[in-house]
């Protein structure tokens, strides 16, 4: 005669095998080998944020952050975007007038080249309009 639980008691007592118990000390978050990437945003013992995370946090955006939602806002509504893609998102980014220019302090591999640009280079994100165009050709 097989034993069949009932709905409370299979609710209650859930398959020891399925559970992790977090309580073993063992972080999921320390266990990963490519956590070097001088992106991680958890802090742990020692690791305080920066004035310029904490600020964001507590809602206090600093003016580089307010114009970059903002216009994160007017690429999404100019062109009917929900959610801009990550290259949308890049050239609002250089349009707003940033350059790589200082070498990354991100860690992510070996198999990508670092590279840095003039202050002044061009964004190559403009749209050349008609009028120019045609100047060009004249």
Known sequence: MSHQPDAETSLRAPNPLSVVDRRSGV?????????DTNLER???????RT???????EGQMNNEQFLFI??????????????????D?????????????????V???DDLADWTEAA???SGVEHQSKVAD???AA
């Open 51 to 57: 004035d310029f995370l904490r600020a964001a946090e």
């Open 107 to 109: 860690n992510i591999g």
């Open 134 to 136: 045609e100047d060009v």
């Open 89 to 105: 998102v890049l050239e609002v980014i250089r349009k707003l007038g940033y350059r790589k220019t200082m070498p990354s302090t």
């Open 70 to 87: 903002k216009a994160i806002e007017a690429f999404k509504q100019a062109n009917g975007k929900t959610f801009p893609t990550w290259t």
């Open 27 to 35: 972080d999921r978050r320390l266990a990963n080998p490519n956590s």
């Open 42 to 48: 958890r802090r742990g013992p020692g690791r305080r």
């Open 120 to 122: 002044d280079a061009a």
